[in-house]
């Protein structure tokens, strides 16, 4: 069996997309141990990927240059107002799409063209090439932005036709592929006659070097409550700043034995250190490759925090959500009512309305206090993200005539 994927992002920090790629493609390997994998990495910049690492046959890096023309700049300041299409968009995908077409294609049982980020470059390259009819698209966001829960967007006749685009891409394709909420929602937004099927997030360790620990930060209490990633898209950490001081006003205990680590992009880092600059059990760090992230949250935090995407609802599976399952650990996870992550954790007390203060005070409060008396592994997201899940998913996929 021979396996070709597409990918955007392979890099091993700075990104939760690099690392689900990553390590899809080792879960691939893992699945179908005996197939041929060849990547077809397209990146938009030179950086050390580590791509010795990944357990795959082949490997053809490309460095796209993007730059934009100048005469496509000045054109497209009247195109897109009079026609709703963004000629620097299109130069991007053509140029994605001229790297696609050179692809000996046929000579594949099974081709996945993985996107990454908002963009969707590899996707929309695709359009009207024939390695499209045979090709599952992956999707990790809704395109466009507009439909992002959480977004600020508003919605254009631009909005609408990048929707009309990427109708037509998904209905070239052999199938789609998402997550479970996302699959519903875009099988429903693009009108697709064709199933899209559900395949989460994964997370390997084995492709990936964690010899970098020089960041770290010096754990000082007995418990550690840490948040490591983006606010975005209605993803609220100040209420849940809130509620922990709230509990460090009514318990001692909690000030004397806990702390509270952020290591957080998206934000204004000024004003969220200036609001709580008096509390020093909340501290706000720089962020750090993923080699030193991930072993302050596997090993020196009791219970790692998920931000889901609000405060309506969260169609998308949050990357670090396979990571933070490997290694049994409770989490603590804010949540619209219809979210990803209410589908995956069935224990309502590793979950909490996302704009309910009390709520999140009440269950900080429960799971602070039973990891002060034991540190035995729980399993918030119960077989989800094992090895056979993966499998049997996966297989569905590629039934598909």
């Known amino acids: 069996m021979k396996f070709l994927i597409i990918e955007q992002d392979l890099r091993v920090s700075g990104t939760s997309q690099g690392i689900i790629s990553r390590s899809f493609l080792s879960k691939l390997r893992m699945a179908k141990p005996h197939s041929i994998i060849d990547v077809v990495y397209l990146k938009q ?17 490309h460095i796209l240059d993007l730059k934009i023309p100048f005469t496509v700049k000045w054109f497209n300041k009247i195109y897109w107002r009079l026609f709703h299409v963004s000629l620097k968009e299109q130069y991007i995908h053509k140029t994605y799409g001229s790297y696609i077409a050179k692809i000996d294609f046929e000579q594949y049982d ?17 359009k009207d090439l024939p390695i499209l009819k045979r090709a599952v698209l992956t999707f990790h966001e809704p395109y466009p932005v507009f439909w992002c829960a959480g977004t600020q967007n508003s919605l254009s006749n631009l909005e609408l036709f990048r929707l009309k685009k990427m109708q ?8 789609g592929m998402a997550n479970a909420l996302l ?45 490591h990633g983006a606010i975005q898209f209605g993803r609220d950490v100040m209420i849940l700043l809130d509620a922990y001081r709230a509990l460090l006003e009514t318990n001692s205990k909690f000030k004397d034995e806990t702390e509270f680590i952020l290591r957080v992009k998206g934000i204004n880092i000024k004003f ?17 490759n993923f080699s030193n992230s991930a072993f302050e949250q596997i090993h020196l935090t ?3 925090v998920i931000l889901e995407n609000g405060p309506l609802y969260c169609n998308i599976l949050v990357g670090k959500a396979p990571f933070l399952a490997s ?13 990803e992550m209410r589908r995956i ?18 269950k900080l409060e429960n799971l602070i206090i039973n990891r002060m008396v034991t540190d035995e592994p729980v399993y918030p997201f119960g077989d989800y993200f094992t090895d056979e899940n993966f499998t049997k998913l996966l297989d569905k996929v590629l039934n598909v005539q």
């Open 327 to 339: 290694f049994n650990k409770p989490v603590f996870s804010l949540s619209p009512e219809r979210s």
């Open 272 to 288: 969220l250190k200036e609001r709580y600059a008096a509390i020093p059990n909340i501290i706000i760090l720089d962020t750090v």
């Open 345 to 362: 954790i069935k224990d309502e007390q590793f979950i909490a309305q996302c704009n309910d203060k009390e709520e999140i005070k009440e």
């Open 45 to 61: 910049y030179a950086s050390d990927d580590q791509l010795e690492l990944l357990p795959v046959n082949s490997i053809q890096e």
């Open 110 to 126: 099974h081709i996945f063209i993985r996107s990454a980020g908002l963009e969707h470059e590899t996707i929309l390259g695709s």
């Open 168 to 175: 037509e891409v998904v209905s070239q394709a052999k199938c």
């Open 302 to 304: 009791d219970i790692n």
């Open 183 to 227: 699959s519903e929602d875009l099988s429903y937004l693009y009108g697709s006659k064709k199933k899209f099927y559900v395949l989460p997030h994964q997370y390997s360790k084995d492709i990936f070097d964690f010899t970098d620990t020089s960041q770290v930060f010096n754990k000082e209490k007995k418990i550690t409550i840490s948040y």
